[in-house]
């Protein structure tokens, strides 16, 4: 292999649509990437993924691997025709960690079954920080000791199916109020504060044989001598995780064109940056001429720098071990989902919604005409996902079946007057308008259910009957349903600390 291919070796990058066009093909050809990363925009169903990489694969060969971040809840890329799992924090509120190791199982194998191996999950951030706009129900919790454990089973569970796993975001990225998509957030921790908390996670996964890990873009002061993203220190990446604690396997950068990058430096000054810090996989995620123009870069820069054709050699040495024992050698002709995945999907659902109070008696639910069902239109409400979800199932169903009338809970909506009501969230906590709506709705109804369908730090804006469900995919919604009609008990426990 030549000095191009073997910087290609280098990059993961993300295609545009559901099959090669031409455009993705001259990108592939020039890039020569040794990864390439699947999105909701690659994806309609499994057999087309599928397709999709052996399409690619028939350009760059059968040992590029494949990459998904399939963290479960919000952040899940692979859906219709999937098994759909709740998120980190509403499985941690089962407290129960087999079941990460079981909802994990269930995603590696149907990964491996169209053609990906390696899952950038799980998040072991520690959401100590509410008003974290980027992490939330993606930790698992906000004690470090329970994100050690759920995480170390998350990660049990992929690998016994033979995909990677990647720990992130290192070295920790919980206590901030900044999302680093859009911006590089602050954390002012010094080293020893870091080993008491933040890096607690790190050290056991690296410990247990974590294949990856990704540092994260944020900036801190205290151990980084200049202003930039930890993705680009070499303080961080070299000193902190190589030196300090001993990891030995793949450093992956997370997108290289999000804010927390670009509002600092273009992308091929972050993609020289960060492979000089010590980063082995360089991730472009969207833009084929930024991914072509950021190869090319690096490209020359090595050329031009022995120092650096080391470091290359460094890198190469890991990725061939990653490959050698992650590459699909034979894909699959059919896919066969057993119905067992869903079944292990909801079950883990059902025992995740948490009663936090029933101090106005609204559980089971009995609704009539004269009653309300307010909610917000959903929108994910962070940079990870890519549409709109709209109005929760859950919201229209409890309307059709108690002929309750539904309204849409936006800035300016004005709140009737009434005995009884059911009120869905989003991050309200997070949002001065919701948090208006809330003591509107309950200053004007006798008795108020507020379902947190995100956050579980809805709760405790207003005094009322209360439920949380970490996360609104249809796998949490049909639970939802089912304990708030009474078929079932709400059984989970809250994962993190929900303060009045």
């Known amino acids: 292999m030549d000095l191009d291919g073997m910087v290609g070796q280098l990059f993961l990058i993300g295609i545009k649509g559901k099959e090669v066009d031409e455009e993705t093909l001259k990108v592939l050809r020039i890039v020569k990437p040794g990864f390439v990363i699947l999105f909701a925009r690659n994806v309609e169903r499994p ?19 494949f990459a998904v971040d399939q963290e479960g809840g919000i952040v899940t890329r692979f859906r219709e025709g999937f098994s759909v799992s709740p998120g980190a924090m509403a499985i941690a ?21 169209v053609g990906v191996s ?49 720990a992130k975001h290192f070295p920790g990225k919980g206590s901030v109020s900044l999302d680093a998509h859009l911006e590089m957030p602050t ?15 790190f ?49 992956v950068a997370d997108d290289l064109l999000m804010g927390g990058i670009v509002k600092n430096m273009t992308v091929e000054e972050a993609v020289v940056r ?9 991730t472009v995620c969207h833009e084929p001429e930024a991914q072509i123009s950021a190869k090319k870069t690096l490209l020359k820069k090595i050329e031009q720098e022995p120092i650096l054709q080391k470091r290359l050699m460094e890198s190469l040495e890991r990725i061939r ?27 883990v659902a059902e025992s995740s919604i948490t009663l936090v109070s029933d101090r106005d008696g609204m559980l089971p639910l009995k609704l009539n005409k004269h009653d309300h069902v307010f909610t917000v239109k959903l929108s994910r409400l962070v940079q990870v996902q890519e549409s709109d979800v709209g109005i929760p199932w859950v919201a229209k169903e409890l309307s059709r079946m108690f002929n309750s009338k539904l309204s849409t809970l936006e800035e300016g909506t004005e709140i009737v007057e009434g005995e009884k009501c059911v009120v869905f969230t989003e991050n309200a906590h997070l949002s001065s308008w919701q948090k208006e709506q809330l003591y509107r ?56 600390e929900v303060y009045r």
């Open 47 to 65: 057999k087309q993924v599928l397709n999709l990489v052996k399409q690619v694969r028939s350009v760059l060969g059968n040992d590029v691997i």
């Open 93 to 113: 509120a089962t407290d129960n960690e087999g079941n990460a190791y079981k909802v994990a199982k269930v995603l590696a194998r149907e990964m491996r079954a």
């Open 118 to 166: 390696w899952n950038l999950a799980p998040v072991v951030d520690i959401n100590d920080n509410p008003n974290n706009p980027g992490i939330g129900v993606r930790s698992f919790s906000d004690r470090a000791e329970i994100v050690a454990k759920f995480a170390l089973r998350f990660y049990e569970g992929l690998k016994e199916e033979n995909v990677a796993a990647c």
């Open 187 to 201: 954390l002012d921790k010094s080293l020893e504060q870091l080993e008491k908390w933040e890096l607690i996670p």
């Open 203 to 251: 050290k056991l996964l690296i410990e247990e044989g974590i294949d990856t890990i990704m540092p994260s873009h944020i900036y801190l002061p205290k151990l980084q001598p200049t202003k930039q993203p930890a993705t680009v220190s070499f303080e961080i990446v070299t000193e902190l995780l190589r030196k300090k604690l001993g990891y030995t396997k793949i450093a």
């Open 274 to 282: 960060s492979f000089e810090a010590g980063i082995d996989v360089l």
């Open 321 to 347: 071990w990653f490959k050698e024992k992650f590459s699909i050698k034979q894909l699959p002709e059919e896919i066969h989902f057993g119905v067992e995945h869903e079944k292990t999907m909801q079950e």
């Open 441 to 496: 709705v309950r200053k004007n109804f006798k008795k108020v259910l507020m379902v947190a369908l995100r956050n579980p730090y809805d709760c405790c804006l207003i005094e009322s009957s209360s439920v949380c469900t970490y996360g609104y995919e249809m796998v949490s919604q049909r639970a939802l349903m089912r304990v708030l009609l009474g078929e079932i008990k709400p059984a989970g426990k809250l994962p993190v």
